[in-house]
């Protein structure tokens, strides 16, 4: 993995900016696929994650539409929003709430697979607390 870096480095960076939607993605996204209810439930993953979870992860599934590890289209696994900088970071900070983790700069949508292995350390998608981008940090 250890090409990967620069590249995966490059791909947080992007992801914690943001990326603008395009009309054609909206289009796409508006002609519904399966899954979709599950997207617009809000209720099942709140314990404990404060307000504003269910928003961002929706939007989450809007923007990123597939795995951004390995582009699994929500088909053969159940696809999942992950947050970069972890929740429990931004609720053990003196400056931060919980709930400012629900950005859409610090989620990125995965598979179950990539987010097992994200989760573990084994993939990119995780910024340690001194990379929280400006824009995080200001809030
Ligand atoms: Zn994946």
Not at 127 to 134: G, I, T
Request: net charge negative; with cysteine; aromatic share 6%.
């Amino acid at each position: 993995m250890s090409d990967v870096d620069e590249a995966t480095r490059a791909k947080i960076s992007e992801a914690l900016v943001g990326r603008p939607k395009s009309a054609e993605t909206r289009r796409r996204m508006s002609g519904g696929r399966a899954g979709e209810k599950n997207h617009r439930w809000e209720g099942g993953f709140s314990e404990g994650y404060g307000t504003g979870w269910g928003i961002v992860r929706r939007d989450a599934y809007e923007r990123d539409e597939v795995c951004q590890i390995c582009g699994e289209d929500g088909t053969s696994e159940r696809l999942e929003v992950h947050h970069i900088v972890p929740v429990r970071l931004f609720a053990h900070s003196k400056d931060h709430e919980k709930t400012d983790a629900h950005l859409l700069a610090n989620v990125v949508l995965l598979c179950v697979p990539c987010h097992v292995e994200t989760e573990r350390g084994d993939l990119p998608w995780y910024a340690p607390p001194d990379e929280l981008p400006e824009s995080i940090g200001e809030i």
